[in-house]
């Protein structure tokens, strides 16, 4: 059970060991995740880091729109702009 600050310290350094070395007893530690699969973690992260920003600038762009306060293009690039988070993740993986 977790009572403190020192047991949640262990707990994470536990559970770091686990996930992140393989064969650590033996002597032959590995990565418990590859480059590839740390990667992919990158970014399902920044798609939903996205996926969340997203949620409340569409609504926004279109009650703008039908109030004609903005532009269709300002509210395309206000909707879009968060996209490229994910595409900033997609050409850090293969560069």
């Not at 770091?16 to 399902?44: F, H, K, M, R, Y």
């Not at 939903?48 to 903005?70: F, P």
């Amino acid at each position: 059970m977790i009572e403190n600050s020192l047991d949640v310290a262990l707990a994470a350094e536990q559970l770091s060991n686990i996930v992140l070395q393989e064969g650590g007893l033996q002597g032959n530690a590995q990565p418990g995740i590859t480059s590839d699969g740390a990667a992919a973690i990158g970014i399902g992260l920044a798609a939903i880091g996205a996926g969340y920003a997203e949620r409340g600038i569409g609504a926004a762009a279109v009650g703008a729109l039908a109030e004609d306060s903005i532009s269709t293009g300002i509210g395309i690039v206000m909707t879009v702009l968060p996209e490229t988070l994910v595409i900033f993740a997609l050409v850090a993986l293969f560069v």
